[in-house]
């Protein structure tokens, strides 16, 4: 049987558009819930490798979905770097200090090995075993700019005002610290794959902060040097762009296969303007909608896709109280296509 | 003398563009957080006309700036139609009850009368009596979807996911929570101009959350209404469109003469798609940067603005801790262009 996800990431005709959700393991589902609770804390979910691969398989037992990715938190692998931090049970991850200045930053090195992360590696071992060949498996990491956000902020944030101040005041040591993580990420992407990902998505889900004369000097070669570090590993390289439509144009250059965009983001203008293949853009509001009006989105969304080249999903991960219907409705109207 | 920022609004040549900077009166400025303390609540300061004038003229004191946008807040006129709310000193605004769902929104109507916003009417005519004739007077209000957000969710959010359920959920009560909003607004901004407002700028700081097709379709009727009903008065109007650099050709029809855009949407661009006057648009940020980066990115943005129909501005309301010589360098590259 053919593995409908890889196929499209290498711009191969396929019966359908193959399809999963970002987050898809995660709070809708009752099971992930139960989880959750009997694991007592996220990070050891995350961190548990029989507990990471179960979260990970359970939405494929529920839906006829082409891919799973690993789960985990694009802030786990800093754990590697030094950095310490906590996912308190309301509202989003602290970090135990912030990194606010590049005194602060200036040590931050890749780790010698990523022993550290062998749990990660666990979990991925189990669920490739567990997976059919026709589901894919996804390996993932945080973008340079969007950890950076993080290390500066300490906090989750609408704005990301520090990090934005903080690329006008110290433009070159902010550079050395997204090539840090870029060299970071890179490696563990690697030992990711290494571990059974068939194929890796980079978050740069606050990308869309930055103007694209900015993000083109600041954020562009890092993220070169990432993707660059994994062209010898032959899976496709993804790089989701949070809120980027107008940065299109800014990563249609860099060596990766696909661009998955957000819900604001035209896909039919995003194929184009990049040249990649297209993951999305379902906004996860719809799915709050009725089973109808699920399906006619899913559609039109589906029309607006380019016929080669094109994965589908939402236009961002998929929010805690989504009603199970209409994640159905969704995945009904793919199967329908065309 | 010619006041720059009306000519500029009616597409008239200038000698440099004029400028005026969002949230100009506000917490950078030493002698505004003295004026808050005195104050002892934002809300105190909104309401008392004396108080509510000092703090719009104080940045002209200081500046060189082309217009004053009266001090006030988005939320304060929603009293009127019966919703009441708290500033707390840290954080944002808070409704003292969400607006959560149609049964909850159907008896919102406009007022019969403006008189309860009395004290902003004051403060106009105190203004626009201290200000002289080459300043202009900017009244102001929020967008109806930017009020809708804030209804529904009770307070700021990053996402504003609850308004983008209910947009799917009840898009035709929406609809009509958004048309009255149009009405309310349209009445109050024309109130302001009855009270010495020039112009008048409309606020839809979150239209940037909703993908084109459903701005379009929910959220332009409102803003159709809402600007045809000023058409009478004779002042320039101007649609702030907050993260909005996907939505330019959506509102090229709307009858209004300035786009105001954000920091990300490319000047040139904005003026092409909607063939409007054109605002901003410096990313706040890069006035934390040293005097000559803020001088370069500013005659980089002129240089991106069109020649004839453009103010100058930042894309986003300017930040608390904004340093003064950030402010200043902005204002002398404006004012030694070309």
Redesign the interface.
């Known amino acids: 049987m053919v593995n409908r996800f890889l196929a499209a990431c290498r711009k191969q005709k396929v019966d359908r558009p193959p399809v999963w959700i970002m987050r898809q393991a995660g709070r809708y589902l009752p099971e992930y819930r139960a989880l959750r609770e009997k694991a007592g804390s996220f990070l050891t979910l995350c961190t548990n490798p029989e507990l990471a691969a179960e979260a990970t398989l359970q939405p494929l037992r529920r839906f006829p979905l082409d891919a799973a990715i690993i789960f985990s938190d694009i802030l786990l692998p800093l754990q590697a770097l030094g950095v310490s931090f906590q996912f308190p049970d309301n509202g989003g991850p602290r970090l135990a200090q912030a990194f606010a200045g590049p005194e602060d930053w200036a040590e931050l090195q890749a780790p010698a090995s990523w022993e550290s992360m062998e749990p990660v590696a666990q979990a991925l071992r189990i669920v490739r075993q567990a997976l059919p060949p026709e589901v894919a498996l996804i390996g993932f990491c945080g973008a340079p700019w969007t950890l950076a956000c993080y290390l500066l902020e300490a906090r989750?944030?609408?704005?990301w005002?520090k990090a934005?101040?903080a690329?006008?005041?110290w433009p070159s040591q902010l550079q050395k610290l997204l090539s840090t993580l870029a060299h970071a990420m890179g490696e563990y992407v690697a030992f990711q794959v290494a571990a059974g990902a068939q194929a890796v998505q980079v978050f740069d889900s606050w990308a869309?902060?930055?103007?694209?004369?900015?993000y083109q000097e600041l954020v562009v070669p890092a993220l070169e040097r990432l993707f660059r570090s994994l062209e010898g590993l032959g899976v496709p390289r993804i790089l989701y762009l949070g809120?980027g439509?107008?940065l299109l144009r800014t990563v249609a250059a860099l060596p990766l296969e696909v661009v998955s965009v957000d819900?604001?983001?035209?896909l039919r203008k995003a194929a184009r303007l990049t040249g990649k293949v297209v993951q999305g853009n379902l906004?996860p509001?719809?799915l709050?909608?009725s089973e109808t009006?699920v399906k006619r989105h899913t559609k039109?969304m589906l029309q607006r896709a380019p016929e080669v080249g094109y994965i589908a999903n939402l236009g961002?991960g998929i929010?805690p109280d989504t009603p199970i219907a209409g994640v159905e409705a969704f995945l009904t109207a793919i199967q329908e296509n065309p």
């Open positions: 989750g944030s609408s704005d005002t934005r101040i690329a006008h005041r869309g902060v930055l103007p694209p004369e900015q809120h439509s107008h819900w604001r983001t035209d906004d509001a719809v709050f909608a009006e039109a961002h929010w």
